[in-house]
C-alpha cells in the first residue's frame, strides 16, 4: 500500500496528503504563500525558519530545482541561503518531471536531502482560507511518528540562521555598509555589492560600531522581532547618529522598535508577491513581494518618524521613514527574489545618502 502523510493542525484538524521529499515528522508554524512562482527561493528564505510553508499555486516542482552549491561572489548563485530553511511543505500538486535550463534535480530529491518531509495531494486553498479566517496556527507533519506541536515564535530564530562571524565583500571599496545578518536573504547582499559598495556582514548581535563603516542595512530575517534585543540596543544607539540607515522586512520592525514604535502580530500575516503598497504622500503604487507575520504599529510612532509606505489591501505600515536624517524601512521585500522588482530602486536611494554623508564627512 502506498504510505500516506498527514498534516495535523492544533485546532484538531486533520488532512491526509501523498508524502514527497524526505518521509520523517516535524513540527512548527503553518503560513500560506500565494505567489505563482519561486519556491526555490521561498524555500531557502531564512526568514520561514520554524514554519510549515503551505503554497497555493496548483503546481510545484515543475520547473526543477537548480545546483544549491553554485556560487558567485561568495553567495550561493540560485538560493537565498546555504540550505532549505521551512520545516516542512505542502502543495496541492507535485510535479515530479521537471524541464527548466537550470534545473539539476527534482525539488522530492532535494528535500529529502536536507530531511525535509514534503505533502502533496491536498486542498491547500481550503487550507488557507483556514488559516485567513482562523488565523495563523501551530501544525504538525506526521509520517511514520507523532511529534509534539512547536511554536517557533517563542525561540531566537535569529540567532539561528545569523551568520557566526563577520564576512566581507567587495572588499577595498569606497563605501563601506555594515549589514546586521538576522537571516539575510542573498538578494540583499547581491543587491548591495552590485552597487559597488563594501558589505561588512555581521552576526545579529555584534556592536558595529568598532567597525569604520559609512551606512547601516537591518535585514530581514525569521521570528518575533521583540526577541532582538542586542540588534534593538545597538540599532537605538546608531539612530542617535547621522549615517543613513536602511532596513527591509524584520530589519523595519527592529529599526522601528529601536526608534521606541510597537510591533505586533498579524492574523495570517503577508505572503505573496503581488501586495500593492502606496507611497505615502503620493498616489503611487508599487507591486511588492511579501514574507513576514509581525507588523509595526504605526497609529502612534515615535517623535520624528512617519509611516513611509501602506498596505492597499489592509491598511497596515508599510515602513517608517525619519523626517530629517537619511533614515528609512520598508516591511516589503525590494530585493524580491522571487518577485516584483518595482521597489529596487530603493537600494539606489540608500547608496545615494550613503554616498552623500560620506563627502558630506570626508
Ligand atoms: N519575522 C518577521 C520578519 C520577516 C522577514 O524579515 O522576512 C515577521 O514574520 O514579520
Request: charged share 20%.
Amino acid at each position: 500500500m502506498d504510505k500516506t502523510i498527514k498534516l495535523v493542525f492544533q485546532d484538531g484538524l486533520e488532512i491526509e496528503g501523498k508524502p514527497f521529499g524526505a518521509y520523517t515528522s516535524t513540527a512548527g508554524e503553518v503560513v500560506f504563500n500565494t505567489a505563482m512562482v519561486g519556491y526555490n527561493e521561498s524555500l531557502t528564505d531564512p526568514s520561514y525558519k520554524g514554519q510549515i510553508l503551505v503554497m497555493t499555486a496548483p503546481m510545484i516542482g515543475n520547473y526543477g530545482v537548480p545546483d544549491d552549491k553554485a556560487m558567485i561572489d561568495s553567495v550561493e548563485e540560485w538560493m537565498e541561503s546555504n540550505q532549505i530553511q521551512v520545516k516542512g511543505l505542502v502543495i496541492s500538486y507535485y510535479a515530479d518531471d521537471y524541464s527548466h535550463w537550470n534545473a539539476v534535480q527534482k525539488l522530492g530529491a532535494w528535500l529529502k536531502s536536507q530531511n525535509i518531509p514534503g505533502v502533496y495531494g491536498v486542498d491547500t486553498r481550503m487550507i488557507a482560507k483556514k488559516l485567513r479566517e482562523q488565523g495563523s496556527t501551530l501544525g504538525k507533519i506526521v509520517a511514520d511518528t507523532d511529534v509534539d506541536f512547536y511554536n517557533p515564535n517563542l525561540d531566537n530564530l535569529v540567532a539561528q540562521v545569523s551568520c557566526k562571524e563577520v564576512i566581507r565583500y567587495n572588499e577595498g571599496a569606497d563605501i563601506r555598509i555594515v549589514l546586521v545578518d538576522c537571516g539575510v536573504k542573498n538578494n540583499i547582499i547581491r543587491c548591495l555589492v552590485s552597487r559597488g559598495v563594501e558589505v561588512i556582514r555581521v552576526p545579529w548581535d555584534y556592536n558595529y560600531e568598532t567597525l569604520d563603516y559609512d551606512g547601516l542595512f537591518i535585514s530581514n530575517g525569521p521570528g518575533d522581532p521583540a526577541l532582538c534585543v542586542p540588534t534593538i540596543n545597538h540599532i537605538g544607539e546608531s539612530l542617535k547618529g547621522d549615517k543613513p540607515i536602511f532596513g527591509i522586512c524584520l530589519g523595519n520592525q527592529l529599526v522601528s522598535l529601536a526608534a521606541g514604535a510597537s510591533t505586533y502580530k498579524l492574523k495570517y500575516g503577508h505572503r505573496s508577491h503581488n501586495q500593492p503598497v502606496q507611497l505615502v504622500g503620493t498616489k503611487r503604487c508599487f507591486i511588492t513581494s511579501q514574507n513576514h507575520g509581525y507588523a509595526v504599529d504605526d497609529s502612534k510612532l515615535p517623535e520624528g518618524f512617519t509611516t513611509f509606505f501602506t498596505n492597499l489591501n489592509d491598511g497596515t505600515c508599510e515602513g517608517i521613514r525619519h523626517e530629517s536624517k537619511p533614515i528609512f524601512t520598508v516591511q516589503f521585500h525590494p530585493e524580491a527574489m522571487g518577485g516584483s522588482i518595482d521597489t529596487e530602486y530603493l537600494f539606489d536611494e540608500f547608496i545615494e545618502e550613503v554616498k552623500k554623508y560620506k563627502s558630506a564627512n570626508a
